[in-house]
């Protein structure tokens, strides 16, 4: 809806999860989710495969990648990117410190192209973080979907 000339639009989260995972999680986050009265309107729980699900190109301002791809991060990120609109975020964990995501990962930094990192170079920029506090998934990437034309607003003149 609008008010005042700005578009405001309700922010819903869309997790998918096979629940496979002994020790997964998303299950109880659904259940805590509908116990406040948050799943309605603001939770969009799948228990299902990621590479299964479906959505509207442009969809997505943050895509939140939390599992176990290793060298399958090309495949997913070559389907999943045009779900991301310009100028949002695609961000996954170990990138840094798993051997098989690290190959995507430098096969991005190298823009490499699609056949091994599933994106098209020029279209993202590329961030990413060690966490040596941690012992597992301890290193986050993040890129940002810049394709052509892509620019961010100005809201001011003066910092």
Do not use: M
């Not at 005042?4 to 805590?32: E, G, P, Y």
């Not at 290193?139 to 910092?159: D, M």
């Amino acid at each position: 809806y609008s008010k005042n000339n700005v578009t405001i639009t309700t922010s819903k989260l869309i997790c998918v999860d096979n629940c496979l995972h002994q020790k997964q999680t998303a299950t109880d986050a659904a259940v805590i989710a509908e116990g406040l009265g948050l799943s309605t309107n603001y939770l969009d729980f799948r228990q299902g495969d990621a590479f299964d699900i479906q959505l509207e190109p442009n969809s997505i301002d943050v895509l939140w990648c939390d599992f176990g791809v290793g060298s399958r991060i090309k495949d997913f990120i070559s389907h999943a990117w045009e779900w991301i609109a310009p100028g949002g975020y695609f961000l996954c964990h170990s990138t840094l410190t798993n051997r098989r995501t690290r190959v995507w990962l430098e096969g991005v930094r190298n823009n490499e192209g699609e056949a091994v990192t599933g994106l098209t170079p020029g279209e993202y920029t590329e961030i990413s973080f060690l966490e040596p506090h941690k012992r597992f998934q301890n290193s986050i990437t993040i890129l940002q979907k810049r394709n052509q034309g892509f620019e961010e607003p100005i809201y001011s003149e003066y910092a």
